[in-house]
């Protein structure tokens, strides 16, 4: 049965009533008038449209870059379509990533996104050789909720905590975490011939580019400056803890040894540590150099 006219009208005066306050709200908690807030979401909306567009002519005047790039993969086991469309994958990660204010040249800096999202698919193609799809499946699911946990919690999470969010049991964990970990022959035939090795097309890490070199010197430089801001005890248990100016890193135990106190205290100390990192004032200045 249809509501009479005097209820549907009494039911958007109370919709209007509701938006009226919402808008005298808005109003009270940003100090500008609506027409104010009105027109910085037009300009906003604006900007944004520029930035996309800018964007996008950048992502196409640097097509060929990807498709030199993408030819000295050939014969390595990807068509050398999925080989551009890898790479573009890359050149639109480094359009999102760059910043000009930094003086470098972007096919420079583009050019390592894109190498690195063609061989890490290309490795990705080699693993699957080894490693069955469902349990690539289950190894990718494993990383990403292990990411998330990193986040919640700001260390890694234990293959029981892992079972536990996942509904595994926690042997199978163990399981997938020894063969995500396992690594990658660099004998491994590459291509239908097979007349090519994993090894061939990965790039040797071991030598470091300039602008690698400049960036790492420049992160070195900013987790001092934020390290500095904790308790010299706070500053020394993240660096044991995540092997910061160390050779390796340490286990809570070991920590805690160095301390003469116990894991669980290090625990302690860690979270209201990374609690503070987490401040704006100090995460801000470490944000930049992420690389997802």
Same mark, same amino acid.
């Given at each position: 049965?249809?509501?009479?006219?005097?209820?549907?009208?009494?039911?958007?005066?109370? !919709?209007?009533?509701?938006?009226?306050?919402?808008?005298?709200?808005?109003?009270?908690?940003?100090?500008?008038?609506?027409?104010?807030?009105?027109?910085?979401?037009?300009?906003?909306?604006?900007?944004? %449209?520029? %930035?996309?567009?800018?964007?996008?002519?950048?992502?196409?005047?640097?097509?060929?870059?990807?498709?030199?790039? %993408?030819?000295?993969?050939?014969?390595?086991?990807?068509?050398?379509?999925?080989?551009?469309?890898?790479?573009?994958?890359?050149?639109? +990660?480094?359009?999102?990533?760059?910043?000009?204010?930094?003086?470098?040249?972007?096919?420079?800096?583009?050019?390592?996104?894109?190498?690195?999202?063609?061989?890490?698919?290309? %490795? &990705?193609?080699?693993?699957?050789?080894?490693?069955?799809?469902?349990?690539?499946?289950?190894?990718? +699911?494993?990383?990403?909720?292990?990411?998330?946990?990193?986040?919640?919690?700001?260390? @890694?999470?234990?293959? !029981?905590?892992?079972?536990?969010?996942?509904?595994?049991?926690?042997?199978?964990?163990? +399981?997938?975490?020894?063969?995500?970990?396992?690594?990658?022959?660099?004998?491994?035939?590459?291509?239908?011939?097979?007349?090519?090795?994993?090894? &061939?097309?990965?790039?040797?890490?071991?030598?470091?580019?300039?602008?690698?070199?400049?960036?790492?010197?420049?992160?070195?430089?900013?987790?001092?400056?934020?390290?500095?801001?904790?308790?010299?005890? @706070?500053?020394?248990?993240?660096?044991?803890?995540?092997?910061?100016?160390?050779?390796?890193?340490?286990?809570? !135990?070991?920590?805690?040894?160095?301390?003469?106190?116990?894991?669980?205290?290090?625990?302690?100390?860690?979270?209201?540590?990374?609690?503070?990192?987490?401040?704006?004032?100090?995460?801000?200045?470490?944000?930049?150099?992420? &690389?997802?």
């Amino acid at each position: 049965m249809n509501k009479p006219w005097s209820e549907k009208l009494h039911d958007v005066s109370e !919709e209007v009533h509701r938006a009226l306050q919402k808008l005298q709200q808005i109003e009270e908690e940003t100090g500008l008038t609506i027409e104010q807030v009105k027109d910085i979401n037009r300009r906003m909306s604006i900007g944004e %449209a520029k %930035a996309r567009r800018a964007k996008k002519e950048m992502v196409e005047a640097n097509l060929r870059l990807v498709i030199s790039i %993408a030819k000295k993969y050939t014969n390595r086991g990807l068509q050398f379509l999925d080989l551009i469309q890898e790479g573009n994958i890359g050149l639109m +990660k480094a359009v999102d990533k760059f910043e000009y204010r930094r003086g470098y040249k972007f096919s420079t800096y583009a050019t390592w996104w894109i190498r690195q999202a063609i061989t890490r698919s290309i %490795a &990705d193609q080699a693993r699957t050789i080894r490693i069955p799809v469902h349990m690539i499946e289950t190894i990718n +699911k494993l990383n990403r909720i292990s990411r998330q946990m990193l986040q919640e919690m700001g260390r @890694e999470p234990t293959p !029981e905590e892992l079972a536990e969010r996942m509904l595994m049991p926690e042997d199978k964990i163990r +399981k997938v975490l020894k063969i995500a970990k396992e690594p990658i022959s660099m004998e491994t035939p590459i291509g239908d011939d097979e007349d090519s090795h994993l090894g &061939d097309f990965i790039e040797d890490t071991t030598l470091e580019l300039p602008l690698d070199s400049a960036t790492t010197e420049s992160l070195r430089a900013a987790t001092h400056d934020v390290l500095a801001g904790l308790t010299a005890r @706070e500053a020394k248990v993240l660096r044991m803890r995540f092997g910061i100016d160390m050779n390796t890193d340490h286990t809570l !135990e070991e920590v805690g040894k160095q301390f003469d106190v116990t894991r669980e205290r290090i625990r302690q100390i860690e979270a209201k540590a990374l609690r503070k990192l987490r401040h704006p004032s100090r995460s801000e200045v470490l944000r930049s150099f992420l &690389d997802d």
